[in-house]
């Protein structure tokens, strides 16, 4: 599977799309058995720009509605920007592995 530049990324991958919200806990639609949440893991670093950014928002002068409406995008843009990421670092991490099993198959065909 190779990444394609073009399309939504979440419509070019249906499959990876439902695991991100599967394991990160996004959704609140859970399977029985193994909570795939458990497993996903946010970098300390992320939690920390995140709570940061939402402090500053917090801080911003306002109506309480234009705050949570800026709030609600701000979470919108952060969650996009995660999948996109998850997608991406899944595409890539297959992309690699059949790159590797190509290249061990080439060898062992060689040496046939």
């Not at 402090?55 to 949570?68: A, F, V």
């Not at 991490?93 to 059949?98: D, F, N, P, Y």
Request: aromatic share 10%; proline share 4%; with cysteine.
């Amino acid at each position: 599977m190779a990444y394609e530049k073009n399309g939504s990324q979440s419509a070019q991958y249906p499959f990876l799309t439902r695991l991100y919200y599967a394991c990160s806990g996004e959704s609140m639609h859970w399977l029985p058995g193994l909570n795939l949440s458990e497993l996903y893991r946010r970098l300390p670093e992320t939690e920390s720009t995140y709570q940061q950014a939402l402090n500053r928002l917090n801080n911003l002068p306002g109506d309480q509605k234009t705050l949570d409406q800026t709030k609600t995008g701000f979470d919108s843009a952060c969650a996009q920007y995660e999948l996109q990421g998850f997608v991406n670092g899944f595409c890539i991490g297959l992309t690699l592995a059949k790159e590797a099993a190509d290249s061990r198959n080439s060898a062992a065909s060689r040496n046939e």
